[in-house]
């Protein structure tokens, strides 16, 4: 998803030029994380934000990425969000900020880490979370990093309280479901969506058949195979709407239809609470 990308921005124009600057004459400082008990921290992506948001003092936090102010690609409270002051992601943004730490990552372009290091602004680079296991280590590694490994530890048992609840019955069947995003893309295997699913009661339909992850299921093929149910990804004005909307899945008289918000899909920590709570209520409508 365009979120999960890099933040780049600073790369166009003239960015490398100024950031060479700035890495020239600027000297390199000693991190600051040995002489404060609490490092004050900047986030580069929506996932480390909703994490950074739940285990950080609010004044530890000096900005998030700007995709959590947007609707569209915020996996928190946008309002929550919107308390903190945002980025772009670009090196400028983030020096002016003097952070303690930098939370970043694995997309992170080798320019713009060889300028925190020159900086000397410590960065973590935090993989995207594959399934629940991820997140958990996750959790830990960005509470550990602010300071508060106890907050960690609860918001664990919060997302393991959530699972719980919305597993399903012993011995019921799982539900074929299809994930669909805008476009018809699915998700495959080694998801986090998938491990929520399997957790939740569902079987992942597109990777049951072979398909990986940002395969496009075409509506046709949709139509000659269908699903028990269709999940679609989508928020209220994206496309999904008239995926959802479109007449010839009406003729599905054994496919049932819901919606999923796309910001349930990628994320791990505190988002996990929220998709396993759509899940079940979902597999309860069944």
């Known amino acids: 998803m365009s979120f999960l990308t890099p933040l780049a921005l600073w790369r166009r124009g003239g960015g490398l030029a100024l950031l060479a600057c700035l890495s020239a004459c600027a000297p390199a400082a000693p991190s600051p994380l040995v002489s404060r008990a609490h490092p004050a921290i900047v986030s580069l992506n929506p996932c480390s934000d909703a994490i950074l948001a739940e285990v950080a003092d609010p004044g530890q936090v000096l900005a998030l990425s700007h995709y959590s102010r947007d609707p569209r690609s915020s996996s928190m409270d946008v309002a929550l969000a919107r308390r903190f002051p945002a980025t772009r992601g670009t090196v400028e943004e983030v020096l002016a900020l003097h952070p303690d730490l930098v939370l970043g990552d694995t997309f992170l372009g080798p320019a713009a880490r060889a300028a925190y290091d020159r900086l000397g602004i410590p960065v973590a680079q935090l993989p995207i979370?594959?399934?629940?296991?991820?997140?958990?280590?996750?959790?830990?590694?960005i509470a550990a990093l602010a300071g508060h490994p106890e907050r960690g530890e609860r918001l664990v048992?919060?997302?393991?309280?959530?699972?719980?609840?919305?597993?399903?019955?012993?011995?019921?069947?799982?539900?074929?479901t299809v994930v669909w995003q805008s476009g018809g893309i699915v998700p495959?295997?080694?998801?986090?969506?998938?491990?929520?699913?399997?957790?939740?009661?569902?079987?992942?339909?597109?990777?049951?058949r072979g398909m990986r992850q940002a395969d496009v299921l075409p509506l046709e093929r949709m139509l000659a195979d269908p699903p028990r149910l269709i999940l679609?990804?989508?928020?209220?004005?994206?496309?999904?709407?008239?995926?959802?909307?479109?007449?010839?899945?009406?003729?599905?008289?054994?496919t049932r239809r819901e919606t999923l918000a796309?910001?349930?899909?990628?994320?791990?920590?505190?988002?996990?609470?929220?998709?396993?709570?759509?899940?079940r209520q979902v597999r309860a409508s069944l």
């Open 262 to 279: 796309p910001g349930l899909l990628y994320c791990g920590g505190p988002t996990i609470v929220r998709a396993a709570a759509r899940l």
């Open 188 to 208: 495959g295997e080694g998801t986090l969506i998938a491990d929520l699913l399997r957790r939740t009661g569902f079987a992942s339909f597109s990777a049951a």
């Open 157 to 176: 048992a919060r997302i393991d309280a959530a699972l719980a609840a919305a597993a399903p019955p012993p011995g019921a069947a799982p539900v074929p």
């Open 232 to 254: 679609v990804a989508s928020d209220a004005h994206g496309d999904g709407d008239r995926l959802l909307q479109h007449p010839a899945l009406a003729a599905l008289a054994g």
């Open 129 to 141: 979370a594959m399934n629940v296991a991820d997140s958990r280590a996750q959790v830990r590694r």
